[in-house]
């Protein structure tokens, strides 16, 4: 039987968990997010206290035993179940669980101060990300990304070239997974992944290295008026996002958001 269904249990004792005297009776669950089929994680600020993890099919539920290289095994009883502390030293916890390779990490996450866009439309350069709370941990980044063959992107921590240090490296789980796809994403510096850049879009992004996840839209959509009904001829000038011209003749242009002038003012056109 293969349980994938995972949730965090809160024991309301809050001292050590001593074998055959476990209360589940005022437990709190916290419900962890399928990242694919045989992956799941759970990023929470936690109460101090001790915590396992569960599993169900549907139908029983059961504890995981893990041993001290991460794998575990499935128990019926709470009293052989492997607890983790939660201490108020560190309520930011994340426990990633994988079912294909029979794994369970909890790690400590320290907040990050500081979050930064890098890409081969800004030359590589550290673009900072803004975010209004450190506490939630959501670093937003609004703004233009030019898009030419090849182009990827991807986002570092404030220490990512001091060895050994947190915060450091954002991925995707996929290498060149596309951007406007991008929910889960990953940490760490031993995977240099990217996100390739489908279009050339005013983009709005927020990443959150807790809760390991990002969220992507594209602004282009919004307030771009009456669409052109102007023939080529009566077309003054053509302009891409990024302020180049572009060919008159509107049959040409190529895909991507244009503002075209015309003799009655400045109309914008989607691709």
């Known amino acids: 039987m293969r349980y994938t269904l995972f949730t965090l249990s809160l024991l309301a004792a809050l001292g050590a968990v001593a074998a055959n005297s476990v209360d589940l009776t005022d437990a709190i669950t916290y419900q962890a997010v399928e990242v694919s089929p045989t992956s799941f994680k759970c990023c929470e600020v ?6 396992a993890v569960t599993a169900t099919d549907g139908t029983e539920t059961r504890y995981l035993a893990v041993a001290s290289n991460g794998s575990y095994t ?5 009293a052989d179940a492997t607890f983790f502390p939660v201490t108020t ?3 930011y916890q994340q426990v990633l669980i994988d079912t294909s390779a029979g794994t369970v990490e909890t790690r400590d996450f320290t907040p990050w101060t500081q979050m930064y866009v890098v890409g081969s439309f800004n030359g590589w350069a550290f673009t900072p990300m803004t975010c209004e709370n450190l506490d939630n ?3 937003s980044y609004t703004g233009t990304i030019a898009t030419t063959l090849g182009t990827e992107l991807k986002f570092m921590g404030a220490d ?4 050994g240090t947190d915060p450091n490296g954002v991925h995707p789980l996929t290498d060149r997974e596309s951007l406007t796809s991008a929910a889960h994403i990953a940490t760490g510096t031993s995977t240099d992944y990217k996100w390739a850049v489908p279009a050339t879009e005013s983009y709005s992004i927020t990443v959150n ?3 390991l996840t990002a969220s992507v839209s594209t602004n282009s959509s919004t307030n771009i008026g009456t669409p052109l009904t102007a023939s080529a001829d009566e077309v003054i000038a053509v302009y891409d996002l990024m302020g180049r011209p572009e060919p008159r003749d509107l049959a040409l242009l190529p895909a991507g ?3 075209v002038v015309t003799p009655s003012g400045t109309t914008k056109i989607l691709r």
Not at 46 to 51: F, V
Not at 74 to 78: A, L
């Open 209 to 211: 290295p807790f809760k």
């Open 257 to 259: 958001l244009h503002i």
């Open 89 to 91: 030293a560190n309520p």
């Open 74 to 78: 499935y128990v019926t009883s709470p």
């Open 160 to 163: 990512y070239y001091s060895s």
């Open 137 to 139: 941990q959501d670093f």
């Open 46 to 51: 936690l109460p101090a206290g001790q915590y």
